[in-house]
């Protein structure tokens, strides 16, 4: 080798290691950044989180396992004045043999009839996708219930909500659908429209996500890359589910994920770069964003959100280090 070709090859080397030194001094210095608002953080046997929510009976998080499926719970102490230095340790409390490799993506609490819903899904390959329901005393399955079939069509279960009769809606976030699901696990029904489908190939990579049931009896579902949020009326004909699109001003809620419920006129949003606060005062016809947030942990990813005593916290996707540490950040708006 000569002297020209081994100094350009000792240089071709230095700036690639000088390039891939970036992103990852960028991560350092976000996370010696902690957020300015409270944090739990915890301990995982896993690298992804993809939803948690607050168990008010329970008194703990319940966290759905990403990476490989499965439920955890993290249980907080007796004060929230911790700093994010005191780290809470996560404990398996699902893990089923039959699901093993699919991720287990949103959850909800069905307090009434004291179980746990959870959208399964097949992450990467977008071919299996199901609802599975666990007693929250016993951890026993209650149902899991097939939603894709044998079908060719990609599919992802991407999250879940009940309504009054223990009906569940469960989002499709590659197939722009609904699918619901009576309260002993039958699919009964999918929900469907062209509104469903806005144009731009980008806008639908990642489709209907994060989903609520307002007491009023419909449906608040957002989409994900196009950012559109839809109200959607339930009736007992199937067939006649009227779909809107919500009027939302004051900026834009593109890259929305999970939603949740602060209040029957109040939804957070959570997305990146900001999570949103959106109100509405006509019942959900039109919408305002009304406040933003950002934990400023952008290499985490937010996925979802939850209210702990009237306090909003943000699920991470992404841990990081050898135990895996993943953070819940408190929302301020």
């Known amino acids: 080798m000569s002297l020209s070709s081994f100094c350009s090859g000792r240089f071709s080397t230095a700036l690639f290691l000088l390039i891939s030194a970036v992103p990852i001094a960028y991560i350092i210095s976000l996370e010696r950044a902690l957020p300015s608002t409270h944090v739990f953080s915890y301990h995982s046997s896993g690298f992804l989180r993809e939803c948690a929510k607050w168990d008010d009976v329970g008194r703990r998080f319940l966290v759905s396992f990403m990476d490989g499926g499965g439920i955890g719970e993290v249980v907080p102490g007796d004060s929230d004045g911790d700093d994010g230095s005191d780290v809470l340790e996560e404990v398996t ?9 699919s991720a287990s993506a949103g959850i909800v609490i069905d307090r009434s009839r004291n ?52 009906n569940a809606y469960v989002t499709d976030a590659k197939g722009s659908k609904i699918w619901k699901v009576d309260v002993n696990g039958k699919l009964v029904s ?73 209040s029957p006129t109040k939804i957070v949003v959570a ?27 952008f290499h985490r990813l937010v996925s979802a959100a939850t209210v702990k005593e009237g306090r909003v916290y943000l699920t991470h996707i992404v841990g990081f280090g050898y135990k895996k540490r993943h953070i819940l950040v408190e929302a301020v708006f």
């Open 93 to 101: 409390l699902v893990k089923d043999v039959d699901l093993a490799g």
């Open 115 to 166: 179980r746990l819903l959870v959208a399964v899904g097949d992450l990467f390959r977008n071919q299996y996708s199901a609802l599975a329901a666990y007693d929250l005393s016993t951890w026993r399955r209650i149902f899991l219930t097939e939603l894709s079939g044998h079908s060719k069509e990609k599919s992802f279960a991407d999250d879940v909500a009940i309504d009054a009769e223990g």
């Open 190 to 262: 999918t929900i469907k429209s062209l509104l469903f489908t806005p144009p731009g190939l980008f806008n639908n990579l990642v489709t209907l996500n994060g989903i609520v049931y307002h007491p009023d009896g419909f449906l608040i579902v957002i989409h994900t890359f196009s950012g559109l949020l839809y109200k959607i009326d339930i009736t007992e004909n199937d067939n006649s589910n009227k779909v809107n699109v919500i009027e939302v001003t004051g900026g834009t809620l593109r890259f929305g994920d999970g939603i949740e419920f602060l």
């Open 271 to 297: 997305g990146n770069p900001f999570t949103k606060l959106v109100e509405s005062s006509d019942g959900w016809r039109t919408a305002s964003v009304t406040g933003w947030f950002s934990s400023g942990m």
